[in-house]
């Protein structure tokens, strides 16, 4: 029996708005129902403000808080179609701990699903969703956005550790890199679901998250596969970035001394800023006059002698 029901809105708050119900055994956890319900909203926030994602058919997804785990299964919740489930609620967990179980489900729900893993579970959305949520909904705080105090669960400092500890190590992955391989991809084990990790969490800081929802929207499964894997999306960032004729890239606020920076560029003529002094390490690279000539798409590290917090290049695309 779930005696407590709490119902989420997104404004303006009516029939057509309703994303969450969320239901507790004992009217004693309605505060924890609570907490799960606005932590819910602020996840559905950030979502929908990067990725311009909704639920399917802008319905609610119905959270179970269980007292236990009836699947008897080492894991802290589940989700199947709309259903959430969190599990063995009166165990101990920490603050930061609620915050990424509940974000890891609702990777499950809303995020593309790339699989094909052996380790630690065959989906990677989960595991996406926990870093990719906690990132945005920290920088929110950080700029103010949305304030410290509405968080439920945990305080900046857990955010802050959180990104020390889980996402900043995986962006400089990428960052400081020496060269990029895409054998990195197609590992299938818990190394190779960071991977995939690392490069979505590269592609939306250092080339924002309008690059990283096109990325998955040219994502789609190799001829011999109906499912999705890691590869398939590094093809589908590759269209993404095929033509454009203007990339702004976000430096990363990763605790190094950054001075280089590994980059996808895509092939053409490209106008750099005359504030930024490049040194290109690739002698296939050209640079001269501000202008960066790269003759076939692909990963290049950059030295920079200064370094703006963001820069936006400019190609001139060939008249058709």
Known sequence: MYHVELLGYVAPSEDSSLRFRIYAPE??????????????????????????????????????????????????????????YIYNIYAKRSSIEWCRELAHEYGHYILPGVTGYTAPEPWANGVLGERLFLYWLSHDVTDGTIPASSLPFCTPADLEAYLNLQIFPLISRIALAQR???????????????????????IDDIYGSHTLLEAMAFTEPSSNSPLVTAPDFLNGFYKAMQNLSSITLSIPLIPHPLHRLLLYLPSGLWHIPSNIAWQVVNDKLVIKNHTLFVPQSGWYAIHFTTLPSLITLTRTLPSR
């Open 27 to 84: 009217r004693s956890d309605a505060e924890l129902a609570e907490k799960v319900g606005l932590f819910y909203l602020l996840l559905y926030h950030e979502i929908h403000k990067h990725l311009h994602l909704d639920h399917p058919a802008q319905q609610p997804i119905s959270v179970w808080l269980s007292p236990t785990n009836y699947t008897n299964a080492d894991v802290g919740g589940e989700q199947f179609r709309d259903q959430i």
């Open 180 to 202: 990029f391989s895409s054998s990195w991809l197609s590992r299938q084990d818990a190394v190779g679901m960071d991977n995939y990790t690392a490069i979505c969490l590269y």
